[in-house]
């Protein structure tokens, strides 16, 4: 059972570039999501999905396209790089709506630069 | 004004101590509340996940929430070095899904 698992762990792009974090879960989780972290900021919702094919903003989702093919992969793009995503970006899952000891799953996280 | 106000630190105790970290909030609507513990260059990991006040009890670790007062906090008993950590208080919305609201995060270092 891997959980949550991420990739890249880190990347460097350029201003301009694009490019796709990947997350993927094996727990069969409903509610996927991205978050990214910043000093001082904390962790900020970017982009969220309550299942296949329905996906929602968060706080922070200028700048990122998400999309939701299947259960298993919630991939988070970059359309156009900016130094202001500099940041490390974690993905989340959980079983369906909000209940007691219903427990969200962090990935290792996505260490990104832009230059 | 943030939502969630958490005091960043870092905090410094020796082992053995009796460690208090706290949050407070400005929504009354907030129904969920959770302590996550965050190694190094690692992803959040759940503590304790309440959604009344009182406490609630695991191991070395108490939740406690105060409604009222929108505040809440966590002990941690007899802290060990391995204790070191980021430790984030997140909050839900009443009907707000799976969608986390962070603390900023109490750095914490447990000494020998």
């Known amino acids: 059972n891997a959980g949550v698992t991420q990739t890249p762990k880190f990347q460097v792009l350029k201003t301009g570039q694009s490019m796709t974090l990947q997350c993927a879960q094996d727990m069969n989780h409903e509610y996927m999501s991205w978050y990214r972290q910043d000093p001082g900021m904390g962790l900020r919702l970017i982009h969220y999905s309550v299942g296949a094919g329905i996906t929602d903003q968060g706080e922070v989702p200028n700048g990122y396209n998400v999309s939701r093919s299947t259960t298993e992969d919630f991939p988070l793009r970059l359309l156009s790089a900016a130094p202001s995503q500099t940041s490390v970006y974690f993905c989340?899952?959980?079983?369906?709506?909000?209940?007691?000891?219903?427990?969200?799953?962090f990935g290792e996280g996505s260490w990104l630069t832009v230059v | 004004q943030k939502e969630v106000e958490q005091d960043p630190g870092p905090l410094s105790v020796p082992e053995g101590a009796i460690v208090s970290l706290n949050c407070t909030y400005s929504n009354s609507a907030f129904q969920y509340f959770m302590w996550y513990r965050q190694y190094s260059r690692k992803g959040p990991e759940l503590l304790m996940y309440t959604y009344s006040s009182g406490n609630k009890e695991d191991g070395r670790f108490t939740a406690q929430v105060d409604k009222s007062s929108k505040y809440i906090s966590l002990f941690i008993r007899d802290s060990q070095p391995s204790d070191s950590a980021t430790y984030l208080c997140?909050?839900?919305?009443?009907?707000?899904?799976?969608?986390?609201?962070f603390g900023t995060g109490t750095q914490l270092k447990v000494e020998l």
């Open positions: 997140a909050l839900i919305l009443t009907g707000g899904g799976n969608k986390l609201t």
């Open positions: 989340a899952s959980s079983y369906g709506r909000t209940g007691y000891r219903n427990t969200i799953y």
